[in-house]
């Protein structure tokens, strides 16, 4: 009888054993499906994995047709760790990409015992410049109180301009300022209180014109 409780206890730790050793990796980030990226000149994803098995190492890899495409690098900074992985998953050029589809990616995640977890990932790819563009003041004061100081925009982000121009134009077509930075800052300059035109260009095709009033 004594006998038959030993090999039960050694056959139950055998078997408890075995599914130990049969634990997936567990995706903690992402934890979404779908995620927006602003198409800038290197925008990442933050991707963190768990090895629930002690001591256990995990492989990390993926799949997608932003890996093999010549225009975008999409790269992992690292790509093993022991207990867990922390890196990111990158993509370079991701200008070129925005479009209303997502693009799909496929992660895996293995660890030393050969077990797997997949985790699908969509990606959409967005370039905020109209938006923000929509967001220009109309009036601004240059009095120093820090609050509507300047012309510009209210987020200066890279993106995905190459080419980007503003002109703003005096009541009688002379130009008082130009730029060809995504994050210009009119301050007026000599200029005196009035009403100018400004005419904002990019290579991407979004413009935008418009009348400012400079209140002094």
């Excluded at 050029?93 to 479009?99: E, F, G, I, L, P």
Aim: hydrophobic share 40%.
């Amino acid at each position: 009888m004594v006998v038959r409780c030993i090999v039960c206890l050694f056959f139950t730790l055998w078997v408890l054993n075995v599914y130990a050793q049969n634990i997936s990796p567990v995706f903690v980030l992402p934890n979404y499906a779908d995620t927006i990226l602003e198409a800038d000149r290197d925008t990442c994803i933050d991707i963190s994995i768990n090895a629930p098995e002690t001591g256990d190492s995990v492989i990390l890899w993926g799949e997608s047709e932003l890996f093999i495409d010549r225009d975008t690098t999409a790269y992992f900074l690292e790509k093993t760790g022991i207990g867990s992985l922390q890196t990111r998953l990158c993509f370079r050029k991701a200008c070129r990409k925005v479009q209303g589809d997502p693009y799909f990616i496929t992660l895996y995640a293995r660890d030393s015992s050969f077990d797997t977890t997949i985790h699908y990932v969509r990606v959409r790819f967005k370039n905020s410049l109209q938006e923000e563009l929509s967001k220009l003041p109309n009036v601004f004061t240059p009095n120093g109180d820090n609050l509507n100081d300047t012309f510009s925009l209210s987020e200066a982000k890279a993106q995905c301009e190459n080419l980007f121009n503003v002109y703003i134009y005096n009541r009688w077509g002379q130009v008082v300022y130009s730029n060809n930075r995504i994050s210009f800052k009119w301050d007026g300059g000599n200029c005196p209180a009035g009403v100018y035109y400004y005419i904002i260009t990019s290579s991407g095709g979004i413009n935008a014109q418009g009348i400012i009033t400079l209140i002094r």
